[in-house]
């Protein structure tokens, strides 16, 4: 799967983890480089329900589309 483009509006089913494997956080936004989560959404992100998730999703977005 693509996670680049993933649209969490769109897909339908459990939401993927947003984790490429590149864990090292940004002191400078305090998100990881990788996915662009907070160590929050890190942590919580295997118990989060659904709904939770697309708005970390979401959030991720908006930060890509801001750097």
């Known amino acids: 799967m693509d996670l680049k483009n993933f649209d ?5 089913g459990p939401l993927p983890s947003p984790c490429i494997n590149i864990c090292q956080m ?3 936004t305090g998100w990881c480089k990788g996915c662009q989560r907070t160590i929050d959404e890190i942590i919580d992100w ?3 329900p ?3 998730k697309r708005q970390i999703w979401l959030a991720i977005h908006a ?5």
Not at 8 to 12: E, I, K, Y
Not at 63 to 67: G, L, P
């Open 26 to 28: 940004e002191e400078a």
């Open 63 to 67: 930060r890509r589309t801001a750097k």
């Open 8 to 12: 969490p509006l769109t897909h339908t």
């Open 46 to 48: 295997g118990i989060a």
């Open 50 to 52: 659904e709904a939770k």
